[in-house]
């Protein structure tokens, strides 16, 4: 019983995160979702003292465009080709480019030259749960990130006369990126704190 208590804990945390997650990239998300207790996630979600990670699986839309992002979690501890497959077929069936997918270990190989070969059409991105236990951007090490739209970018470009090469570069898998899903051509403001500038 107390395994199965910390893993409806460990999941709750999971599940907490990847909603602030979505809500961060500016998909809409109910106030009810983002500040669940932990007992009103196990009477929703836990069914014999196991959470169902079928259950746990979501659909958000854009609040500012029609674009929508699937999140899914998977019941394999090890994940292969068969839950990419299917996970595959119901974005296809309901016409949604994107997705997000919570696993418990690993990928095997085989799944992820399945994923590769989605990627042209549909973007999938994979989060180990592990990763999302603790929602890095509320670390007080971690500064405050900003996506600029493009109106901004452009007048950064242009107030400092640079080219968008000339700016410092973030690594696609650095975890801030990742948990925002930053793409290739978007600019982010990072505020940290500077004593010279007096902030």
């Excluded at 019983?1 to 945390?13: D, P, T």
């Excluded at 929703?44 to 500012?64: A, P």
């Excluded at 997918?101 to 991105?125: C, D, F, G, R």
Aim: glycine content about 4%; aromatic content about 6%.
């Amino acid at each position: 019983m107390e395994g199965e208590s910390k893993q409806a804990s460990r999941l709750w945390r999971v599940y907490k995160t990847v909603h602030e997650m979505v809500a961060d990239r500016g998909y809409m998300v109910s106030k009810v979702e983002l500040e669940m207790s932990l007992d009103s996630f196990k009477q929703m979600y836990c069914s014999g003292g196991v959470v169902d990670r079928q259950k746990l699986t979501f659909l958000v839309q854009h609040s500012s465009n029609q674009d929508q992002l699937l999140i899914f979690f998977t019941e394999d501890e090890t994940v292969g080709i068969k839950p990419i497959r299917k996970i595959a077929d119901r974005m296809m069936n309901q016409s949604i480019m994107k997705g997000i997918l919570i696993y418990q270990n690993k990928l095997t190989p085989s799944a992820h030259k399945v994923i590769q070969e989605l990627a042209p059409k549909y973007q999938l991105e994979l989060f180990q749960e592990t990763e999302l236990l603790v929602n890095i951007t509320k670390h007080t090490l971690v500064p405050p990130h900003i996506i600029l739209d493009n109106e901004a970018k452009k007048t950064l470009l242009q107030r400092y006369r640079l080219k968008e090469t000339q700016l410092p570069r973030i690594m696609s898998n650095d975890p801030v990126a990742r948990y925002l899903g930053l793409k290739r051509g978007q600019v982010v403001k990072i505020t940290r704190p500077s004593e010279t500038a007096g902030l």
